[in-house]
Nanobody, 126 residues
């Protein structure tokens, strides 16, 4: 599986951005496509994930209600719509996929993901 993240940029607080993750290879299975983020201080943290098959989603508390995931199975694309951005959202954002199936309770740790995109920088100024 190859993943390509894009869509980052420099915006002001309150603005919106949409990140995209293009997936190729064996992506069509009952697995999640997740987004993580990492800044210079914190460890890589879970942001959100969506199941390719049924579209179920999960969000971290810090982005719940502001970020929305969607997928286009025909194009093997996952989108992370980020609204009401805050300076603390500043980070490099990565999309990730596991090699096999993951039950929902295991979606949240970066160590269970085998494939990673190259990351896209999101910078939110105050």
């Amino acid at each position: 599986v190859q993943l390509q993240a894009s869509g980052g940029g420099l915006v002001q607080a309150g603005d919106s951005l949409r990140l995209s993750c293009a997936a190729s290879g064996r992506t069509r299975s009952n697995t999640p496509l997740a987004w993580f983020r990492q800044d210079s201080v914190k460890e890589r943290e879970f942001v959100a994930a969506i199941n390719w098959v049924d579209g179920s989603t999960s969000y971290s508390d810090s982005v719940e209600g502001r970020f929305t995931l969607s997928r286009d199975n025909a194009k093997n694309m996952v989108y992370l719509q980020m609204n009401s951005l805050l300076p603390e959202d500043t980070a490099v954002y990565f999309c990730a996929a596991p090699r096999g199936r993951l039950i929902r309770s295991n979606w949240y740790g970066p160590h269970v993901y085998d494939y990673w995109g190259q990351g896209t920088q999101v910078t939110v100024s105050s």
